[in-house]
């Protein structure tokens, strides 16, 4: 049977499915990953230096000027066919009273953007910022980029509200992932090197809980090794193409039995 058919019938079946997208879902909306390349200004600066806590406090305005640019580019693009199909999925199992969190290590906003509404934020969103003084926050809509970098109202700055390499996640976002994980009996890694800690180690909770694993990347990854099924491909294609036949077995279903 072929991979596609197979995860398609896995989630007719599922009671509870949970997704962990990583930048590889966005990529086909025109934006980069962490490990490919960036084009231009940007090409010279390695993300994983950028996004963290020390280089925003040694270099503010460069490091805002790359998230003000992170930001133009998530606004100007749109949600791929990746991004709508797990928003599809998100309301085939909604409609069957069946769980369903999509988990993302993207700041872009897009799987909103394409509908979904279960999305868990671990490492938060660059369309909300927020003092370092006080810690109140803006929506990036009151913000004006004349000025980098942006100071807050009250003698401090403007950052966005992400988390750095080496500050914690959210408590609230990481309880939420947690209950989705361990509830869930199907699994998806998509668009991910699964290289981040702790959002590489989700895979291993949701294997404790006894759901079954599924990877959908173009690359190998640390976790291939290990997960029931491999889908090996642009996840804009692989996940619309999944969906399609879901939606085939569902119809081809006595009603009522799905
Ligand atoms: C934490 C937001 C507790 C910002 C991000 C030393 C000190 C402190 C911490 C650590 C340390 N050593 C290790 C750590 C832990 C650290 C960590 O994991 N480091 C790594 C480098 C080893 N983690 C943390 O710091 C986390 N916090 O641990 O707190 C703590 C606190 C203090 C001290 C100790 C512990 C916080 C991590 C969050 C960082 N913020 N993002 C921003 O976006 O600017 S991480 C950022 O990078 C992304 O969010 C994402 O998580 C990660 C990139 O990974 P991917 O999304 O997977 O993207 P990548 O490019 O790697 O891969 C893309 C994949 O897609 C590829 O496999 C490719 O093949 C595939 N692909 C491409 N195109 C497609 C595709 N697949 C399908 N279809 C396609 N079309």
Redesign the pocket.
């Known amino acids: 049977m072929p991979d596609h058919e197979t995860l398609a019938r896995w989630l007719l079946e599922a009671r509870s499915v949970a997704v962990l997208t990583?930048?590889?879902?966005s990529?086909?909306s025109g934006l980069a990953?962490?490990?490919?390349p960036e084009e231009g200004l940007w090409a010279k600066y390695d993300?994983?230096e950028?996004?963290t806590i020390g280089a925003f406090e040694r270099e503010p305005e460069l490091v805002t000027r790359w998230?003000h640019w992170?930001f133009t580019r998530a606004r100007d693009v749109q949600p791929n066919p990746?991004h709508h199909a797990l928003a599809q999925l998100e309301s085939f199992l909604t409609a069957r009273e069946r769980g369903c969190s999509i988990i993302t290590?993207?700041?872009d906003g897009l799987h909103q953007r394409a509908g979904s509404q279960r999305v868990i934020e671990i490492?938060?969103t660059i369309h909300r910022w927020r003092c370092t003084k006080t810690g109140r926050e803006k929506p990036l809509s009151d913000l004006s980029f004349d000025r980098f970098p942006i100071p807050s109202d009250h003698g401090g700055l403007m950052r966005p509200c992400?988390?750095?390499?080496?500050?914690?996640?959210p408590e609230q976002a990481l309880r939420d992932t947690f209950a989705a994980l361990e509830r869930c009996d199907l699994f998806l890694s998509?668009?991910?090197?699964?290289?981040?800690?702790?959002?590489?180690s989700f895979i291993e909770i949701a294997r404790a809980a006894g759901a079954r694993t599924v990877e959908?990347?173009?690359?190998a990854?640390l976790n291939t090794g290990g997960v029931d099924l491999a889908l090996r491909?642009?996840?804009?294609v692989i996940l619309p193409r999944v969906m399609e036949q879901l939606d085939e077995l569902a119809s081809a279903m006595p009603s009522g039995d799905t």
């Open positions: 990583g930048a590889g879902v990529a086909e990953t962490f490990r490919d993300p994983m950028l996004a998230y992170r990746g290590q993207n700041i490492h938060g992400i988390v750095w390499f080496g500050e914690m996640l998509v668009g991910t090197s699964a290289t981040v800690q702790p959002a590489a959908i990347n173009k690359d990854t491909g642009p996840s804009g």
